[in-house]
């Protein structure tokens, strides 16, 4: 067997079964031993950031990680913005990164460039394989590393691909026994202290509020967050970003942290104390003259209960330890009324939670025009949302991918700014190919409104009105994007929508015919009013 | 004056007039800075490859650098794989990627990663500046240092964008002047010594190949080596990839060195001394099982004239070191007849031969299928020709955004392969948005051909036909990709053909009309019948 042979049995033995890839020259041999290894599902994507989205949203669903084919350094490039979201969902994945092969790598050819560095930016594990023999090993251990919620990459040289070597069960040591279960991200114990510290901290009274992120956003996490501010008083907040967030109706509500940091510390305000749950301390998303990064209200105490891994059976210990009860508030069914008339970003929030399907996976980068949604869907069916970790726009059509892919019986509600659309639009193509059940809603204002939100914030505009010129690099407008013919052009049908009585028909029409499609609804900028 | 205006007239003042942008908050100041600078462009791309892969286009045709602003790591990411090719091309250029806050960095904002490692991948000068009163240096430095023809690459932190500072004028060196000239690439002067060692080979009659590249393939560098031809009975060979290649009628011919290593081997068979002006010594652009990578023949010594930069003063002081005839040969004009019937790579090669306009920039990424283009557009008016430097695809449609803005009396026209077309398709917008005066050739042959050429080639498929889900990781096919489509939804205007007929009404019409158009041309797989 060939090192392409062996890495892909190794990567199916232990549970990687999907395979997100935009090959080259280089991973041809990978791509050969698609056929002897039909357990691993190779999925095409025309862009690499498609690619890692898929991967990431895969994660996000399974606790498992995907792989990723790419190609040299321009492939990892063109991967990068997704597999920083990746980094900051804590999911784990495994990359792999052909390269040239070992003795080529010396005479500069074209593609060559240093893979290495730029994989060490986004990767907690990174590993360049130089001979075929240990391949198995090397993706056993990207695999293991991957658990701990991080990207692994390795860098795979043509000639190792290639090259015969030892099978991969004889190569691997000779403890090695295939892992039968998918590799699960890995649960951490909680910490006694911090528990007691935090309990604590609680029992005092004094104005506590618990930041909960990681692992602790899905219903056992939430669960005993909502257990722990039943019992002490102490309000519960979700990390502004979280990975995947399970709301809706049957599960415990927690508001999300506020993306604008004058909101976010409104909700924080009055608390002395801060307890870390799965969540780093609160920060401004982006600096702005004149105001503080740190969102910690001052005087206020921060205790780390748990770090992203965790976070739930800490949660869980300690509301054991300030409680013996075990029931929980959660969210009522409730939907908003169906609204009428011209589209706006509120009213189609409204119609998305009016008719979200039961069991919805939510990908979230509606960005400013989503303002609505949370509360829109806030008593829909329990649903997951996935949301944009790390800020690198381009990451939900991507996700989607992968979210329909780990979750089939699931709907998938793809919810998008129409400017983070443009960065990695072909995502349509794939979900057109794989037949995904994605229902995509681009949130059409014809603007980069959070810039226009930010232009004013960041002291920019201040003293005078943004000059057209400035304005010019945030607008949308001209040409008009037409999306309904770039989603048509793909093979995902589309509807473009100007009414809330359109989009609920465009929407349940999507919603009652499995497959992709894409709805166009345009509605007003919110900056340009308010600005 | 704040940081940012202080950049932004530092940077007209020293000839970098267009900056391709994709902004975030951080950049919000450089943009609101754009309408006190009117002399700086600015121009909107919706996907940073867009961006780099433009103000690659306008330096291969102005040899001065264009600004691009980048946001923060995930935005260089993602203009990464353009910059790379920039780095291959030697042309200069000034990117600005903005980062948080230099306070705020170590709070680890959901943006935050490590800049400066991934862009001195790719740059041959990387700073971050860190005070305000720094910024006119810094800008300065970074043109000048651009002049070497590399990528500059400036990292600004949002603080120092926003402070208040010196003006440029008086935090620059007291022995400062403006630049009254655009920053073009340094010139070199020749090495003496290299140009009587190339004599000397010469003039001993063993068979020797010039191969040319660098600055050297434009007219000067081309009428040099062309005598030194006629002079000596050297054969002249140009590297697979020149960043910018003048052609055509009256210009001196050259033939490029083979992409294919074989061919490649074909062409070099019997040299005994390869003399390289301006290109690297030959290599395969891959690996491949049981083939040398370095393509110099045996035994042949290789002996280097001039690096990318001063290849043309070389040549020239070589020629006049060998003849005094000022004479060249150059080529005749001549077009293909116009053919007719079902379209094929090679009848649509013959067609743009056939048509091509006066003057026109060839931004050529038609890999695979534009085999019969160098042949058919041979005759054709004096052109250039832009080819894919790095190898990292995705670079054509959004070159042809800079050689439009570079050149705009000149028509361009950007052969697009339908694989490498999805990459940065969203330079359409751009295209429509500045009305620029580019038409657009896909060959739509639904397949990423080359990989299923090369899929043979490895060795990967050998033994036996390639497996059904091998090949379906590099077909196209299913959905089918409708440009035309896609090309209406960016606001440009498209039409598909089948025919030669079609295809020649079409370019036509387009060349007609000013303004940006699409072509869709299906024409066969070439690989599909080779397999």
Redesign the interface.
Known sequence: MNGAYSLLTTLVDHGVEVCF?N????E??F??????V?RMR?V?T??E?VATGAADGYARMTGTPAAVLLHL???L??G??NL?NAR?AHVPMVVVVGD??T??K??????E??ID??A???SGWTRRTLDCGDIAVDAVDAVTASRAGIVSTLILP??VS?SDGEPAERSLRSDHVPDPFPPEVEQVAADEDAVRDAADVLNSGAPAVLLIGGDATRMPGLSAAARIAEATGARVLCET?PARLQRGAGVPAVERLAYFAEAAEEQLRGAEHLILAGA??P?????Y?GRA??LVPPGCEVHTLAQHLGATAALEALADELTSDTRVRVAPSARPDMPTGHLTAFSAAAVIGALLPEGAVLVDESNTAGIGVASATAGAPAHDVLTL??????YGMPAAIGAAIAAPGRPVVSLQAD?SA??T??AL?TQ??ENLDVTTVIFANGAYD??RL??H?????NAEA?????L?????G?????????A????VPGRRVTTAEELADALSAAFAEPGPHLIEAVVPSLASSAV
């Open positions: 890839a090959p080259g020259t280089s041809m041999h791509v050969a031993a698609l056929d002897a039909p190779g095409l025309l862009f950031g350094g321009p492939g490039g063109n990068l913005a920083h900051r040239h092969a003795y080529h010396q005479y500069d050819a074209p593609l460039s240093d560095a730029v060490r930016t986004v043509a000639d290639w970003f780093a301390a920060v401004s998303f982006f600096a003259p990064s740190s970790t790390g800020g690198a726009i381009g400017g443009m960065y639009v072909s193509w057109a190919r959070i810039l930010e232009l914030r960041v002291g920019a505009a943004p000059g057209p010129r400035a010019q690099l945030l607008d949308l001209s040409p008009t994007i037409d999306f309904v013919k770039i048509e052009g793909m093979g």
